[in-house]
């Protein structure tokens, strides 16, 4: 999971501000794993929609959509 990789962490969460969809945490979960791994960005797509469930969670708005 993504809390279990503290070092792509830290460069994710930071990002995470500027995203409004899962489709946002997508590209930016690609662009650094991409950085750390790569891979396309599919690959992907699961812990970004994870990512964004629990950053809507953080964030307190009740809004966990999904794109």
Not at 19 to 42: I, K, M, N, Q, Y
Request: glycine share 8%; aromatic share 8%.
């Amino acid at each position: 999971t993504l809390m279990s990789m503290s070092s792509e962490t830290g460069t994710i969460l930071p990002r995470l501000r500027n995203c409004e969809s899962s489709t946002d945490v997508l590209r930016v979960v690609h662009e650094e794993f991409c950085r750390w791994f790569a891979g396309s960005a599919g690959r992907y797509a699961k812990i970004a929609d994870e990512t964004w469930q629990l950053w809507q969670a953080r964030r307190g708005d009740g809004q966990a959509e999904s794109a």
